[in-house]
């Protein structure tokens, strides 16, 4: 069983500044939640309780967002402001938080090496929270997956189809459908150049992995860009036995870069505060 969800947050979130010189990237508002916050409650969807960080420098607003803050919640006791935090405050009671530090910014496969404390000798999801994921109704994406790893108990990567002038941007699989999108990944490659990719299926923030990744990654040389890719590890562990890729339903923003940020937050106002509640539940 899958009880444990690891969210690396330590990069620098470059493509953002002068936002995230003192900020997280992972705390930049969709409307009125933090990206990370909508990652910590799709996890709590799938099961996931137990809930570990990847922090860095400049990152103790992730800490302090996961807590109480006596001051506030005393302030605002008994008005109908309460009602803001009754969201994030379920959140804080539902879960267990665990941080480790990566102190150099060596890739998301060196970062998730990190948590290896934090996870231990047991399969895990990985949800990078600027991979912003959404589902109109059913299950969201790593309910969804898993519900497959459940089945399948190997690794398994979240994957879309995107256009193939993109390919650069992101880590690419091939492989055989074994079921409907659901492929036994073949081949990865990290941001290939389109003539080069072995298709158009690409690597999104959502992973469940097996514990044995960890040493697969310690025996993973840096590749591209000098960073140690989580992609390549991935491929060694295909390459030894089985790992699948999902096409999941619902539809994802890259709010990693600026434009698919500001998608996000027309989508989350249009389709749900505007209309009075918020994503994901319609809640106010
Ligand atoms: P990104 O490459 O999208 O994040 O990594 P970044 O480096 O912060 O962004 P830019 O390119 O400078 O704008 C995807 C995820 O992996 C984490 C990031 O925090 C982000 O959530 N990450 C990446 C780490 O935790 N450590 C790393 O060394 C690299």
Not at 134 to 160: F, R
Not at 239 to 249: D, H, Q, S
């Amino acid at each position: 069983m899958i009880t444990k969800c690891l969210f690396p947050a330590a990069g620098y979130g470059t493509r953002f500044l002068p936002a995230t010189k003192a900020m997280p990237k992972e705390m930049l508002p969709i409307v009125n939640k933090p990206l990370i916050q909508y990652g910590v409650e799709e996890a709590i969807e799938a099961g996931l309780r137990n809930i570990g960080f990847i922090s860095g420098r400049g990152k103790r607003a992730i800490e302090d967002h996961f807590d109480i803050s006596y001051e506030l919640e005393h302030q605002i006791q008994g008005t109908p402001k309460e009602a803001l935090l009754s969201q994030i405050r379920s959140v804080i009671d539902e879960c267990i938080f665990s941080y480790t530090r990566q102190i150099e910014m060596n890739g998301l496969g060196h970062a998730i090496l990190t948590g290896e404390s934090l996870i231990g000798e047991e399969p895990f999801a990985v949800l990078l929270a600027d991979d912003f994921c959404v589902h109109d109704d059913g299950a969201g994406v790593l309910k969804q997956m898993v519900a497959l790893y459940e089945k399948h108990q190997c690794s398994i990567v979240a994957i879309e189809e995107i256009p193939r002038d993109q390919t650069e941007n992101y880590g690419v699989v091939a492989g055989k459908e074994i079921d409907e999108g659901i492929y036994q990944i073949e081949a990865m490659v990290e941001k290939p150049k389109p003539e080069d990719a072995p298709s158009n299926l690409a690597i999104i923030g959502r992973y469940i992995l097996t514990p044995d990744i960890f040493q697969i990654i310690r025996d993973t040389p840096p590749g591209r860009g000098g960073e140690v890719q989580i992609t390549d590890a991935i491929a060694t562990q295909a390459k030894n036995g089985k790992v699948l890729a999902y096409k999941f339903k619902g539809n994802r923003f890259d709010c990693g870069r600026i434009d698919g940020f500001v998608q996000a937050t027309n989508y989350v106002y249009e389709n749900y505060y505007s209309q009075g509640g918020n994503y994901p539940d319609g809640q106010v």
